[in-house]
């Protein structure tokens, strides 16, 4: 069973451009989570995403929005990009939604702003 | 302030030694998970606590839920490189929709 898939891996961005990020979940997953990790900080949530529609958000300003496709492939995008948003993304796919079952991540989307 | 705390935040030692991390709270977690992740990958699930009390092992790595479910340990025995990583607790609570999670343990074992 292939795992989780995030695109691009790796990507540099300025100041005030727009970045989005892909996840595909594993097969027959359809809880998708995005997470923001930096050094120090831990993993922080985004939000999540079950059948399309988003369960919960965390404490994030609206430059930062996701969607999920009925295939459970799901989207970030951030918008108006700033120095602090420079973090590795990682998204996590699970069979359950909310905070019960395992979490499946993938490798993560690298991003720093110049 | 960080829900779960984890302790230490780095930890460097001699392969052949043994360790233990940390994953203390004030509150009370109907589970809890722990995730290793190493340099450029996404964490893995090590294992998932239940029950205070519990421990469970998984060949070298030893974990503990404390009694009144607010912490947990993760105790290695004879440390090995390929134990090098991030070791993340998360925790579920019934009052939270998603995962708390502990800024990490980072994990130097040098041969």
């Known amino acids: 069973k292939a795992g989780v898939t995030q695109t691009p891996r790796y990507l540099i961005k300025t100041r005030g451009q727009q970045v989005t990020l892909s996840c595909s979940p594993i097969s027959g997953h359809r809880s998708v989570s995005w997470y923001q990790q930096t050094p120090g900080q831990g993993l922080q949530f985004l939000f999540e995403?079950?059948?399309?529609?988003?369960?919960n958000k965390g404490n994030f300003p609206g430059r930062f929005s996701g969607r999920q496709f009925s295939n459970s492939r799901s989207e970030m995008n951030v918008s108006t990009l700033e120095l602090g948003d420079s973090a590795l993304y990682l998204c996590?796919?699970?069979?359950?939604?909310?905070?019960?079952?395992?979490?499946?991540f993938g490798e993560g989307s690298r991003l720093t702003v110049l | 302030t960080q829900l779960l705390e984890q302790s230490p935040q780095f930890l460097s030692i001699q392969e052949g030694e043994n360790l233990t991390v940390y994953c203390n709270s004030s509150?009370?977690?109907?589970?809890l998970q722990w995730y290793r992740q190493e340099p450029g990958e996404g964490p893995v699930l090590l294992v998932t606590v239940v029950t205070g009390g519990e421990v469970k092992k998984l060949k070298r790595l030893t974990f503990q839920f404390g009694d009144a479910r607010k912490d947990s340990s993760l105790h290695i025995t004879a440390a090995q490189p390929g134990d090098t990583g991030l070791y993340l607790c998360?925790?579920?609570?019934?009052?939270?929709?998603?995962?708390?999670w502990g800024a990490g343990t980072k994990l130097i074992i040098k041969p």
């Open positions: 509150s009370v977690f109907s589970s």
């Open positions: 996590a796919s699970s069979e359950l939604t909310g905070n019960t079952g395992e979490l499946f």
């Open positions: 995403y079950f059948s399309e529609t988003q369960r």
């Open positions: 998360a925790g579920a609570m019934d009052s939270n929709y998603q995962l708390i």
